[in-house]
């Protein structure tokens, strides 16, 4: 287990349908990066958060969204579904309090398998 | 923009192989170069990094990279690999003033008993 925790591990759903995605990151990191990876592809960066606010976004979809919450929490939600939009979606914390943002480890979730049918 | 290039996305070796996997990236300025292993139904984990000093660093199950700033690579190495080395590799670049972590595509190692 590394701490960082996702939700749900799998979905099922339809195209045009929205999702939401859950993270709670290792406890005391203040960083959550959210990731895609489709399938003979890498890991595509897609938003990651510090402390509540947005700090760096990738080629993050106009119809995909996310926000970190008070508690650190962050949910990336996912709307008017595509086929190509199955896929596995990592959450990554970092940062633990008192750490210089510089130089920074990820610890991933196990991820969130998402299929749209 | 930063990139990250791995060369082989799929490698199979026999146990006590030697193994190199390669990454090039593509950023001018200065930067910390990741390993990630992913073993079959587990989580991504950290193999070894670089943040400066010694170019030639060791990670954990006898894993080593060698980061090489004139040709911007970072590859990975084992003189013998076993079996339970079988996984997917990722190579990781982040720029030192930067806060976005690029991956390359990875690496699937099939190491055969």
């Known amino acids: 287990d590394s701490g960082v925790t996702q939700t749900p591990k799998h979905l099922i759903t339809a195209t045009g349908q929205r999702v939401t995605l859950r993270c709670s990151p290792r406890?005391?990191?203040?960083?959550v990066y959210w990731y895609q990876q489709s399938l003979d592809q890498g890991l595509q960066f897609l938003i990651q958060y510090y402390n509540g606010e947005e700090r760096a976004k990738g080629n993050i979809l106009e119809r995909f969204s996310a926000q970190q919450f008070p508690d650190l929490h962050s949910e990336l939600n996912l709307s008017s579904l595509e086929l190509g939009d199955s896929a596995l979606y990592f959450c990554?914390?970092?940062?633990?309090?008192?750490?210089?943002?510089?130089?920074?480890?990820?610890?991933f979730g196990a991820g969130s398998r998402l299929t749209v049918l | 923009a930063q990139s990250v290039s791995q060369h082989n996305h799929h490698v199979i070796l026999s146990e006590a192989a030697s193994l190199e996997l390669g990454c090039n990236y593509s950023?001018?300025?200065?930067?910390?170069l990741f390993w990630y292993v992913q073993y079959p139904g587990q989580h991504l984990q950290l193999l070894l990094k670089?943040?400066?000093?010694?170019?030639l660093v060791k990670g954990i199950k006898g894993f080593e990279a060698e980061f090489i700033k004139s040709k911007f690579s970072f590859n990975l190495r084992k003189p013998s690999v076993q079996w339970s080395d079988t996984a997917e590799y990722f190579c990781?670049?982040?720029?030192?003033?930067?806060?976005?972590?690029?991956f390359g595509a990875g690496t699937r190692l099939f190491v055969k008993a």
């Open positions: 950023y001018g300025g200065t930067v910390n």
């Open positions: 670089y943040f400066s000093g010694d170019p």
């Open positions: 406890s005391g990191d203040l960083s």
């Open positions: 990554a914390s970092s940062v633990a309090r008192g750490q210089s943002s510089g130089a920074n480890v990820l610890t």
């Open positions: 990781a670049v982040k720029s030192t003033g930067g806060f976005k972590t690029i």
